[in-house]
């Protein structure tokens, strides 16, 4: 029952975001072209439900030359980041291109944030715990509680949390948590 309701509430908060950040992502969309060469919109495969592979959009942040790795494993990942880049990660504004995922059906709002499709190790613990049988999410536990400043294990163990304790309630408190960590930049690695 609780599944059937939060899809309908994604369907419906994304399509309405889409609507009111319509502007600023069409504003977005120009610095980007104006800033860099390549495209706007960056698609990486990213494990979904049940580890089905979709495209994720995000506005892209990094060079079009940068290795396809997390940014963990760049090393010094700022000689990537284009001069926009650096402000789209810390405000969260290239997540926005997500709410089209959500309304497609490949994300929820709330849920486990998809690795990468070759964080091999991450995806097997996530399987432990039942995280890749949800929908992965825009925001998750693991992001209000530390985000990229916390290790796989302990995003896991979130992941679990959140799993074992889906509802209502959580969901929204983990969205205005995120809110909350998003006007402060909190958790935030763009370096």
Same mark, same amino acid.
């Given at each position: 029952?609780?599944?059937?309701l939060k899809?309908?509430m994604d369907?419906i908060l994304?399509?309405? #975001?889409i609507?009111?950040?319509?502007?600023?992502m069409?504003?977005v969309?120009?610095?980007i072209?104006l800033?860099?060469?390549?495209?706007?919109?960056?698609?990486?495969?990213?494990p979904?439900?049940?580890?089905?592979?979709?495209n994720?959009?995000?506005f892209?942040t990094m060079?079009?030359?940068?290795p396809n790795v997390? +940014?963990?494993?760049?090393?010094d990942?700022?000689q990537?980041i +284009?001069k926009?880049?650096?402000?789209?990660?810390?405000s969260s504004?290239?997540?926005l291109?997500?709410?089209?995922?959500?309304l497609m059906?490949?994300m929820s709002?709330?849920g486990p944030?998809? #690795?990468l499709?070759n964080?091999?190790?991450l995806?097997?613990?996530r399987?432990?715990v039942g #995280?890749n *049988?949800?929908r992965?999410?825009? +925001?998750?536990y693991a992001?209000?509680?530390?985000?990229?400043l916390?290790s796989?294990q302990?995003? @896991?163990?979130?992941d679990?949390?959140y799993v074992?304790?889906? *509802?209502?309630w959580?969901?929204?408190k983990?969205?205005?948590?995120?809110?909350?960590s998003v006007?402060n930049s909190?958790?935030v690695r @763009?370096?």
């Open positions: 029952m609780f599944e059937a899809r309908v369907i994304s399509f309405l #975001a609507v009111v950040f319509g502007i600023p069409l504003l969309a120009l610095l072209k800033d860099s060469k390549g495209p706007v919109i960056f698609k990486q495969k990213r979904g439900k049940d580890k089905s592979l979709f994720i959009y995000k892209r060079r079009t030359d940068t997390s +940014t963990e494993d760049l090393g990942p700022s990537y +284009t926009l880049g650096m402000f789209l990660r810390k504004l290239d997540e291109p997500q709410l089209f995922n959500i059906g490949h709002i709330v944030r998809p #690795a499709y964080q091999y190790e995806i097997g613990m399987d432990e #995280a *049988n949800i992965p999410g825009l +925001t998750g992001q209000v509680m530390g985000r990229d916390i796989d302990e995003k @896991v163990g979130f679990k949390y074992e304790h889906m *509802n209502l959580l969901d929204v983990i969205i205005w948590w995120t809110a909350k006007v909190e958790g @763009v370096e």
